[in-house]
């Protein structure tokens, strides 16, 4: 079986200088290895095609039969780096604590320690309806899932 560390070490060589991250690798019990990395700005189908080259180039299959996919990690996806986070500085996002409580809103002030989530809340007022916003703050530890929100506005 092909070792995870020997391929996040061959993609974090590939990314090394660019704008690109690595966001995970996994490995099957059947040999198939998927390589997730992003950037800021997407990464590129041919990025993806060069990484995958790259991996596969320094990869034995006289010695192991193996399957590769490289791509980027997907929009459903929940965060599993601070990358990520960078990423999404700005877009809106849905973020699910270790309580369980969802809360979703615009991204703002990625740190390495936490963030800040602009949400809004309707209130009624004297004259019908307000919207109130509010800044909710999290540290990553009490994250358990956080994950874009695509929208169609």
Request: aromatic residues 8%.
């Amino acid at each position: 079986m092909t070792d995870k560390a020997k391929i996040e070490k061959l993609a974090s060589e590939f990314i090394h200088g660019t704008n690109l991250f690595l966001v995970a690798v996994r490995i099957s019990a059947t040999g198939r290895i998927t390589v997730l990395a992003d950037r800021k700005g997407g990464i590129t189908i041919e990025e993806c095609a060069e990484l995958s080259r790259y991996i596969e180039k320094h990869l034995d299959r006289e010695i192991e039969d193996f399957e590769l996919m490289v791509s980027s990690p997907g929009i459903d996806m929940p965060f599993l780096v601070l990358e990520q986070y960078y990423k999404c500085e700005g877009k809106r996002i849905e973020v699910v604590d270790i309580a369980g409580n969802k809360s979703s809103g615009i991204l703002k002030n990625v740190t390495a320690g936490g963030f800040e989530l602009e949400t809004e809340e309707k209130k009624k007022t004297g004259k019908g309806k307000a919207v109130e916003k509010r800044d909710v703050s999290f540290n990553y530890e009490h994250v358990k899932s956080a994950r874009e929100v695509l929208s169609f506005k």
